[in-house]
């Protein structure tokens, strides 16, 4: 060395002090600018690990980047490590002893998100709107009804209860007449219809309900009132009756107390058993009451007034319950029940009613959770129950009914045609079916399920990638457990597993930026995750950083000093307004990830070029970021680059590598605190002993005498990669 040659140290210094603008100045160098260009450009289009090896301009600059530059020759091996399932422990690229491996498999989605019809989170948000809904219906009857009843009492004429449409549907929706398509004209001529006159509208319409309707009120044919009211006070108490029986979809409790008047009301003034087969609201009554499995008006009437049919059928207790002579009819001054019979009737239906009352809904969610599971395409979610060799299932609900339920949506207003367009619609695009429809239940019901274009189940749209959440959860707590050992692992393993049990459920709930930055438990994992703390980040900073453009260099979030920030943000889906959105995905690579690839592109490239300075510089920038991440000795003597910086730092021959290995270790523990490493004094410390003893070193020898480092960046091919490099290479 000259006088004029600068120092190790401060040659570090000039890259380090600065390491951002060094970056910069990297990135833009023109051979380094084109590649970087070309690999944002095309890594979207691969499709396949086929695709990916098969561009070994892609190939390569993905495997330099993430250290591997050494391993680009074996194709065949790096093949099996994209190919690994990383959930599996025992995947290939999980055996291997250099995590690298199943970091670099991690930055790719080749085995690609779980493909599910719902998320747990997405199925539960449908069983608990399909509950609510229950609660919601019951609140509306009750509320019509309510609204109902105060107003008729001012009405005096059928023009004042036609143009009131909340009055006038309640009226239609009580006898289960089209709300739509029933004119308030055609309304009028029935109300004014005299059911006496067979020539009247009403009887001419031919429709029972029509006639019953005209019955209802006491309209005159000029469309006054006849009398003081528009209904009696029993008129009115009928079509409410009527109302929470044809608006009610599920055994509630109002519907329960309607049932009870009704049956009240008509068994004491039904002079035959016909009166009471013929009527399907008091045969369901009686049914309830009494499980009653038969559904034929002939059978019922024949075991409640013959002893020997209710012998036969079992249903001798019944019968006793009524009053019907063998011919049907009543005797003289005898009703069809005597009170304390229409009170055990009623206590009989208040109990098993409770019981369909809850057992219908959890038929229906059972059915649902059950069929969802296993939906593969949208002609599974859409198929009827079928029905199986021991059992019906014509009874329980339909799965596509349970979530138009959840969503308020009427089976009857729709189509399955409608659905599968809604269902495979895209949601993002505001050309599409669903957004086009302008109501937002379809759009509701749309996010619900996970169905591509071609109505098949697809990986679902979350604010970050599968494969994304899988490698947050990994670093968190890889974070929380280095350095541990014994029962403090084993406690912070379970409670990181706890947390990590958190980010993934919490995750697949978050829709927007702002959502996730009011979540302090989930942005300190992610902080965490990354080896951030939590205290030393602003709020209003983070807030910043997510609502930074990434594409712009000189957004705040680009401007940090650390690009952890910038890959953090790029880590989740969210577009440039901070909502969900499907946009930043990307195809084999998401965004953060193809942002990770790059900078460390950009970092390898700067180790190298200043490595052809001086290698002494390149090996203290390696162990500068390597250092966060050294756990243990094993990790230094597992790396040649790390190992040959540790023994140069304290003066070390190289005969120590004829040691045994647990002496080797044993060395490093003597020298290395490997608490403080995470400290960058510490750091600092360790690399002025290095340079200086890295200078001294070379101006007795001449040369530089970390030839290790002269073709890679990090020289540890393991001897298990070496092995299996060698065994497939031999097939």
């Known amino acids: 060395m000259t006088s004029t040659t600068l120092s190790t140290y401060t040659s570090y210094l000039i890259v380090n002090r600065d390491m951002k603008a060094s970056l910069e100045r990297v990135a833009s160098q023109g051979t380094v600018a084109n590649d970087t260009k070309y690999y944002e450009e095309n890594i979207g289009k691969v499709k396949s690990v086929e695709d990916f090896l098969g561009d070994y301009r892609l190939y390569s600059y993905a495997m330099k980047a993430h250290g591997l530059g050494e391993m680009t020759y074996a194709k065949a091996y790096m093949r099996k490590v994209l190919d690994s399932d990383l959930t ?14 199943a970091e670099f498999a991690a930055a790719f989605n080749f085995g690609s998100g779980t493909k599910t019809a719902q998320t747990s989170v997405q199925e539960n948000d449908v069983v608990q709107a399909y509950k609510d809904s229950f609660s919601k219906e019951e609140d509306n009857i009750k509320s019509e009804v309510a609204y109902y009843n105060n107003a008729i009492g001012s009405v005096t004429s059928v023009d004042q209860l036609v143009s009131n449409s909340r009055l006038k549907t309640y009226v ?48 005159k044919a000029d469309g006054t009132v006849d009398g003081s009211k528009a209904q009696t006070d029993a008129q009115k108490q009928s079509l409410q009756l009527d109302y929470i029986y044809n608006k009610s979809t599920y055994p509630s409790d109002i519907l329960a107390d309607a049932n009870k008047t009704y049956w009240d009301t008509k068994i004491a003034s039904i002079t035959n058993v016909d009166d009471l087969v013929n009527d399907s609201r008091m045969v369901k009554y009686l049914g309830t009451a009494f499980n009653v499995k038969v559904q034929f008006s002939s059978t019922i009437k024949s075991f409640l007034i013959n002893d020997n049919a209710a012998e036969i059928l079992g249903y001798k207790d ?45 038929k229906a969610v059972a059915n649902y959770q059950t069929r969802i599971s296993s939906v593969t395409d949208l002609d599974d979610f859409l198929k009827s129950n079928t029905k ?68 098949k189940v697809e ?4 604010a970050q990638s599968e494969g994304v959440t899988d490698d947050y959860a990994s670093g968190y707590k890889s974070q929380k457990t280095k350095l541990l050992t014994g029962a403090d692992k084993k406690t912070a393993s379970s409670k990181a597993d706890t947390e990590i049990e958190y980010f993934r459920t919490q995750m697949e709930t978050i829709t927007t930026a702002k959502q996730f930055l009011a979540d302090k438990r989930l942005v300190s994992f992610v902080l965490e995750a990354k080896g951030i703390d939590p205290k030393s980040v602003k709020s209003e900073d983070l807030k910043k950083m997510f609502a930074s453009d990434l594409k712009d260099p000189g957004s705040f979030v680009n401007t940090q000093q650390n690009s952890v920030y910038a890959e953090i943000v790029a880590s989740f889906n969210f577009d440039a307004k901070g909502n969900l959105s499907s946009e930043p995905v990307g195809t084999v690579q998401q965004r953060g990830d193809v ?41 230094i003597l597992s790396d040649t680059a790390l190992f040959q910086f540790f023994k140069t730092t304290f003066s070390l021959s190289d005969y120590i590598s004829n040691m045994d290995t647990d ?36 101006r007795k020898t001449g040369s530089a005498s970390l030839s290790i480092l002269q073709s890679t960046s990090t020289t540890r091919i393991s001897a298990d990669t070496m092995l299996a490099v060698a065994q497939l290479s031999a097939r």
């Open 88 to 101: 599996d422990s025992s995947s290939f690229a999980n055996r291997l002893s250099d995590k690298r491996y």
């Open 172 to 219: 239609l929706d009580a006898f289960g007449l089209d709300t739509t398509y029933t004119s308030s004209s055609y309304l009028k001529q029935v109300l004014t219809s005299d059911t006496d006159n067979p020539a009247s509208f009403a009887n001419q319409t031919g429709n029972p309900k029509f006639i019953a309707l005209a019955k209802a009120f006491n309209f």
């Open 318 to 362: 019944i019968k006793a319950m009524f009053n019907f002579q063998s011919d049907g009819t009543l005797a003289t001054d005898t009703n069809a029940q005597t009170a304390d019979q229409i009170s055990a009737t009623d206590k009989a239906y208040a109990k098993n009613f409770q019981v369909d009352q809850q057992g219908a809904v959890d």
């Open 388 to 455: 199986d060799d021991d059992k019906s299932n014509d009874d329980v609900t339909e799965v596509w009914d349970v979530a138009l339920r959840a969503y308020g949506i009427d089976p009857d207003e729709t189509t399955m045609t409608k659905l599968r367009q809604v269902l495979s619609s895209d949601a993002d695009d505001p050309r599409s079916y669903v957004n086009q429809l302008k109501d937002a239940r379809y759009l509701s019901l749309n996010k619900a399920f996970n169905f591509d274009d071609k109505g």
């Open 459 to 462: 990986a679902p749209l979350l």
């Open 595 to 635: 942002l990770a690839t790059v900078n460390g592109y950009a970092q390898q490239t700067l180790e190298e070029q200043q490595g052809d300075a001086n290698q002494g510089v390149r090996l203290a920038l390696y162990f500068k970021r390597e250092a966060p991440s050294i756990t243990s000795a094993y990790s």
């Open 663 to 698: 002496q080797q270790a044993a060395m490093i523990k003597k020298y290395i605190d490997f608490d403080k490493l995470q400290e960058p004094d510490y750091v600092d410390k360790l690399l002025k002993r290095f340079t200086a003893l890295y200078d001294e070193a070379n």
